[in-house]
């Protein structure tokens, strides 16, 4: 799935749980990220399941910071909805890595992987995600 479409599911998804989901206008993500990533490290090792999936995405063009928490009871129903089989249409990029997910991410590796941080990626272009369970 296209990082737009992540979003937009989780969006969606969001407002029918009543999850936590917000966007603002920011000039500068880093403090943001800063606290979203002392969030991670309290969690990170401590022991028991997640309860929390939360994402963190910064889009410098547009100046918008999205922030999703969804509840982990939810991931499970959603990833259980996806067509997994899906086949990518094109061989740009984002197709390859979507390609590229679904082969070699399931929703138990993720449980697996523990509380804590899971992910953080900024693009050279300064778009930033950061993923974290609690």
């Known amino acids: 799935m296209r990082r737009a479409s992540i979003v937009a599911v989780a969006v969606a998804a969001a407002s029918q749980a009543a999850c936590l989901v917000q966007v603002t206008q920011v000039k500068d993500a880093a403090p943001v990220f800063a606290q979203a990533r002392r969030d991670a490290d309290r969690y990170q090792g401590r022991p ?8 963190l995405v910064f889009d410098p063009d547009e100046g918008e910071l999205v922030r999703v928490s969804l509840p982990m009871w939810l991931v499970r129903k ?3 909805r996806t067509n997994w089989e899906k ?3 094109g061989d740009g990029a984002e197709d390859r890595v979507e390609r590229h997910v679904r082969q070699h991410l399931r929703l138990e590796d993720i ?3 523990g509380l804590g941080l899971l992910a953080e990626v900024e693009d050279e272009d300064g778009e ?3 993923i974290w369970l609690k």
């Open 111 to 113: 449980e697996k992987a």
């Open 48 to 55: 028991g399941p997640a309860h929390e999936l939360n994402v």
């Open 128 to 130: 930033q995600v950061l």
């Open 78 to 80: 959603v990833y259980a």
């Open 87 to 89: 086949e990518a249409t």
